[in-house]
């Protein structure tokens, strides 16, 4: 899931949210933003049984996938779209 927030013209607050999996405890977004560097954003455990992390993200179109445990790679489907890079979120 994600969810979007427009803070102005040149930065929008992005939540990004997966329900827990006990099959990839661990969990984090890698993408342009943050120069794919797996856990620098690691999705942290909510009490209404999801993850979830926030950044602050310059307007334009970024490129991500999420990183779990053991190498799991997964797109989101709630981006406006996927495609063989992996998702793709306009802000």
């Not at 979007?4 to 890698?30: E, G, H, I, Y």
């Not at 560097?37 to 926030?54: A, I």
């Amino acid at each position: 899931m994600l969810k979007r927030t427009r803070l102005n013209d040149a930065k929008t607050k992005v939540t990004f949210t997966l329900p827990m999996d006990d099959t990839t405890p661990s969990v984090s977004v890698v993408g342009d933003f943050n120069g794919w560097q797996p856990g620098k954003h690691e999705l942290t455990p909510r009490r209404n049984g999801m993850r979830s992390v926030t950044l602050t993200l310059p307007t334009g179109v970024h490129r991500f996938r999420y990183l779990g445990t053991g190498g799991v790679w997964l797109d989101d489907a709630e981006a406006d779209r996927i495609d063989a890079q992996g998702s793709v979120l306009e802000v």
